[in-house]
């Protein structure tokens, strides 16, 4: 159901998130982004391939990151955005976030040798939840004391849900018209890596009301369970019952966190 849906939509912003982004050298922007006002501009400046990569495989790993004025993060109350409309700047704390993986894509520079004023370059990035891409490219420019924003951003993927697999709106609507529903997925589909095990469906009811139950009454279990695991509580006939942690209390147990029983 819907409600099932949205209940567990919170486990799927966790994924981390795969970008497509373009960055343009020897310009930053107020929002470091094509949209915003020109604060810097560098025009006369030279930079090979290899300082621009060494300088974005800086960015690999745990970094820190001030989020930008134009965003939704909150101060005092206030969206940093409705803020930045009336014209205050804030401060920000930085926080940390992950790059797993920046790779240069492709290099734009109208046949120079070099990068330059102008130049452009795509960037694939894996990263963790609430990282900003374009304050990653407008760091990076800073790195390398010439400026720059992100000019095109495109989020291809987020955990294993990618969007070569997507559908557009126009398409939900034409299967849906039909009855074909192929567009939606079963739950355990946006928890890849879970363990899934059937249950006794004599313990149903405890599983309905947030009991816990007895590993032992879990069935057709694939592989040893151990304390801290987490799974997901199947019926016999393959529908999802819950989320749940593997817990010790003179035995091993197992706790739901996440009910999706209804009725």
Request: overall charge negative.
């Amino acid at each position: 159901t819907a409600h099932n849906q949205r209940q567990h939509s919170q486990f799927l912003v966790e994924y981390e998130k795969t970008y497509v982004a373009e960055l343009t050298l020897g310009i930053a922007t107020a929002s470091q982004d094509a949209a915003g006002k020109t604060i810097e501009l560098n025009t006369d400046f030279e930079i090979t391939p290899q300082q621009f990569a060494e300088a974005a495989a800086a960015f690999q790993g745990s970094i820190e990151q001030v989020p930008p004025m134009a965003s939704a993060v909150r101060h005092g109350g206030k969206k940093l955005y409705e803020l930045d409309r009336k014209g205050i700047e804030a401060a920000r704390k930085a926080r940390q976030v992950q790059i797993y993986s920046l790779n240069i894509q492709r290099i734009w520079n109208e046949e120079r040798e070099n990068l330059a004023f102008g130049s452009r370059v795509l960037l694939k990035i894996v990263c963790s939840k609430g990282t900003y891409i374009r304050t990653l490219c407008h760091d990076i420019g800073r790195a390398l004391g010439v400026g720059a924003h992100m000019s095109f951003l495109s989020r291809t993927a987020s955990g294993p849900f990618s969007s070569r697999e997507a559908f557009t709106l126009e398409e939900i609507a034409a299967l849906a018209g039909q009855g074909d529903l192929r567009f939606l997925l079963p739950l355990e589909a946006g928890l890849p890596g879970w363990t899934q095990v059937k249950v006794n469906p004599l313990v149903e009811p405890r599983i309905k009301h947030g009991n816990y139950i007895l590993a032992a009454d879990l069935l057709d279990v694939p592989s040893p369970l151990t304390v801290g695991d987490d799974v997901i509580l199947m019926s016999i006939d393959g529908q999802v019952l819950a989320l749940a942690e593997i817990k010790k209390h003179e035995q091993l147990i197992c706790q739901p966190f996440r009910v999706f029983m209804e009725g």
